[in-house]
């Protein structure tokens, strides 16, 4: 074993009406650009849904809990959260399970 740790990662849906779409696309991919900026970003990926419009799966990696909490304290964070604000998003957090 090298003792490298491993990147956190976070897998996340993120669904709003058909209606919505474009716009919450437009700030995922607005985050995305600018969270692969991010020192302590890994991967930041997202994939739309075939079948459900509106739906996204976001695949995201950070260095360590320290980059998750800047990335959550970040400027463009803020603004994302600002931009979708108004749309109705469902969010489903999932973990490895073992």
Do not use: C
Request: charge should be neutral; aromatic fraction near 6%.
């Amino acid at each position: 074993m090298t003792g490298r740790q491993q990147p956190l990662t976070i897998t996340m849906r993120v669904k709003t009406e058909e209606q919505h779409a474009e716009a919450l696309l437009a700030a995922l991919l607005t985050l995305r650009d600018q969270t692969r900026t991010e020192a302590g970003n890994v991967r930041f990926d997202i994939l739309g849904s075939d079948i459900e419009p509106g739906a996204f799966l976001l695949i995201e990696a950070f260095r360590n809990e320290e980059a998750v909490r800047a990335h959550r304290a970040s400027a463009h964070f803020a603004a994302f959260k600002a931009t979708t604000a108004g749309l109705a998003l469902v969010i489903e957090r999932y973990r490895a399970v073992t």
